[in-house]
């Protein structure tokens, strides 16, 4: 009892750090239709910018943490929009599909060139003593992973629900057509939403790679993960992206503890498959009538 | 004839003898390189016809090589000749081809990509995992070359030959695929499914059809890995292989006859080019796949269209230009 408690409890530390990345990749999906096949890049690269303030240019944590969310909003949020995004959308979304793939490679690459190809200690931002908890022993690391993730996904979700600029952002997501009649700033509305994702990412990626270490090569498997929990939990909903990547992250755990560890990587990938073809919209998302 | 099509034949012919003289006084690495030119062209030109011509996405190319490579692999390694085994593996990869074309008809676009990748993902676990038929990450070694009697394929130089007879023969059969009634009907489903399924296209079977088919070729250059390499395992067959042959489709033109070809050429022969640029190959590269699908989606071979279009402008008809974008 205690060893599944300590499994399924770290899953969950994962699985909402997952969350995370799937909540920005759905964001960008209802704002831009835009599917970021270099979402996984994006977790990596802020804890590289982090690794070059702290030891290229001889930075505080703190500084080097501060400076890497800036970059990525520039990099991740600003230039992808710009740069990517915005010049490939109009020739449809498989050029796009493909262009994020390519985007993918070149952060990766760039990566293993520029920095390293080795991975890289990663100093945890939040303590890591074991804690008891009812005889199973847990990670101080994952508790604080579990509370700061979920805590941003409630402040995300209040800032869309509550504010002004949230629900413009909402409305745009629905329908850009009407929003911009109704007065609403869409492009400037599309805008925020790369840079949400691109917070979400670098927030992400300082939570996670504590844990993995850093290196170029994490962002494959990241990416695949986001995707299928954007995708079990439903496409159009930040809770349904909630849900997926908590799921996943301890249907993960669990696999490899009880069942089988050499097809571990498989058990999201069946589970991906029967959603799509049972429940399209995914498990708490809504049908949008689009052809998906 | 038409000027057109006399001075199309000519180029096809000129490109023949091209493919034929290539590798005259070339060393071996170089013949082995455009022997693999060639059977990744064949696998891009089964990816074509299933996105650049069908409109389905797949990321699922290399798990069918795979299919195709391992089959072949086993049945040549238990005695079998190539021309017998290659067969068997092109038919279980259009059996899987349609198994997989199901979930094509439920979800379109990013999702199928997403099932395909599902699926290539699968498959390379299964090879990796099952050591006891596919050698797990150790992979399957010594598969011997087909040998017709008094043509060896043992030189590198007159495997080429083996594989250009074969590319040769597959791009005719694609010729004929394109220009029947089903490649217009693949055409038709890119297009406009319901305006197809309306006149009287069955979307389903053609739907199918367009993954078994675009697998079959897969398969077929599988089996061609398989004799040239002579050593195959599981990471030859990863998704960055599936990405690598979407690449070429889409670098190349998809839905251009010969944009696989093209796109081939320019994946497996530009870091060749690329050589002297040592680690930032890959970031060249991939920058270079963002900037040309900015300016010129449909590919290399869109660029003809894209220029025509700038320079002499087609008119077209106002309440035409409307009636396409009906759906």
Redesign the interface.
């Known amino acids: 009892m205690s060893q599944f408690l300590q499994v399924f409890l770290s899953g969950l530390a994962t699985g909402s750090i997952y969350a995370l990345v799937a909540i920005g990749f759905t964001l960008l999906w209802q704002a831009a239709q835009t599917?970021n096949f270099a979402q996984g890049e994006f977790v990596v690269v802020p804890a590289f910018f982090v690794l070059v303030g702290l030891h290229v240019l001889h930075l505080p944590l703190w500084a080097a943490v501060a400076l890497a969310l800036v970059l990525s909003l520039l990099v991740l949020g600003y230039l992808f929009k710009k740069?990517?995004v915005g010049?490939?959308l109009p020739?449809?979304?498989?050029?796009?599909?493909?262009?994020t793939?390519?985007?993918g490679?070149?952060l990766k690459?760039?990566i293993?060139?520029f920095y390293g190809a080795e991975a890289q200690p990663f100093p945890a931002l939040v303590p890591q003593d074991p804690l008891n908890l009812f005889g199973a022993v847990v990670s101080m690391q994952d508790i604080m992973n579990l509370l700061i993730s979920l805590g941003i996904v409630v402040l995300l979700t209040q800032f869309l629900n509550r504010t002004r600029t949230g629900r413009c952002m909402q409305a745009t997501a629905q329908n850009p057509a009407v929003a911009e009649i109704l007065g609403v700033d869409v492009k400037r509305m599309v805008l925020y939403a790369f840079l949400v994702n691109a917070a979400l990412a670098a927030l992400a990626s300082f939570l996670i790679t504590p844990v993995y270490l850093a290196k170029f090569s994490n962002g494959e498997t990241l990416g695949?993960i986001a995707?299928?929990a954007a995708?079990v939990g439903g496409f159009n909903q930040i809770r349904g992206a909630l849900a997926g990547g908590l799921l996943i992250g301890v249907l993960d755990n669990l696999t490899a503890t009880y069942v089988t560890a050499?097809?571990r990587?498989?058990l999201p990938?069946?589970l991906?498959?029967a959603i799509?073809?049972l429940r399209?919209q995914g498990l708490l998302g809504t049908s949008e009538g689009r052809?998906? | 004839m038409t000027i057109t099509t006399w001075s199309r034949h000519l180029l096809i012919g000129l490109m023949l003898v091209a493919a034929i003289l290539a590798p005259v006084g070339q060393g071996n690495y170089i013949t082995y390189v455009l022997t693999s030119w060639l059977i990744f062209s064949i696998a891009a030109m089964g990816l074509n016809l299933t996105l650049g011509y069908a409109g389905q996405v797949s990321l699922a190319q290399a798990s069918f090589m795979a299919i195709g490579a391992y089959s072949t692999a086993l049945l040549t390694l238990a005695g079998w000749h190539w021309m017998l085994a290659m067969p068997v593996g092109l038919v279980l990869c259009f059996v899987v081809g349609l198994v997989l074309g199901y979930p094509a008809l439920r979800v379109q676009g990013h999702f199928l990509a997403f099932v395909t990748l599902a699926f290539n993902t699968l498959v390379f676990l299964v090879l990796r995992n099952e050591d006891w038929l596919t050698g797990g990450n150790y992979g399957l070694m010594g598969m011997p070359r087909p040998d017709f009697g008094i043509f060896k394929t043992m030189r590198q130089v007159d495997f080429y030959y083996f594989t250009l007879v074969v590319t040769v023969a597959a791009a005719l059969v694609m010729w004929a695929i394109v220009r029947s009634p089903w490649g217009r009907a693949f055409k038709a489903l890119r297009e406009n499914p319901i305006r197809a399924e309306s006149l009287g296209v069955d979307t389903r079977r053609i739907t199918l059809l367009a993954f078994a088919i675009g697998s079959a070729y897969g398969g077929l250059a599988g089996a061609l890995v398989t004799s040239l390499v002579q050593f195959i395992e599981p990471g030859s067959f990863s998704l960055v292989h599936s990405l690598r042959i979407l690449l070429m489709v889409v670098v190349g033109g998809a839905g251009f006859f010969f944009g696989p070809f093209v796109g081939a050429a320019v994946v497996i022969l530009l870091p060749e080019v690329l050589r002297f640029t040592e680690g930032y190959y890959l970031i060249i590269y991939s920058a270079l796949v963002i900037v040309m699908l900015a300016f010129v989606p449909n590919g290399l071979l869109g660029i003809g269209a894209v220029l025509r279009e700038r320079f002499w402008p087609s008119r077209q008809r106002a309440d035409m230009a409307q009636g396409a974008k009906l759906k």
């Open positions: 599917v740069l990517v010049p490939i020739a449809g979304g498989i050029s796009l599909i493909i262009a793939m390519a985007l490679i070149l690459e760039s293993k060139e695949v995707f299928i995708i050499e097809y990587a498989a990938l069946v991906l498959i799509i073809l399209p052809t998906v």
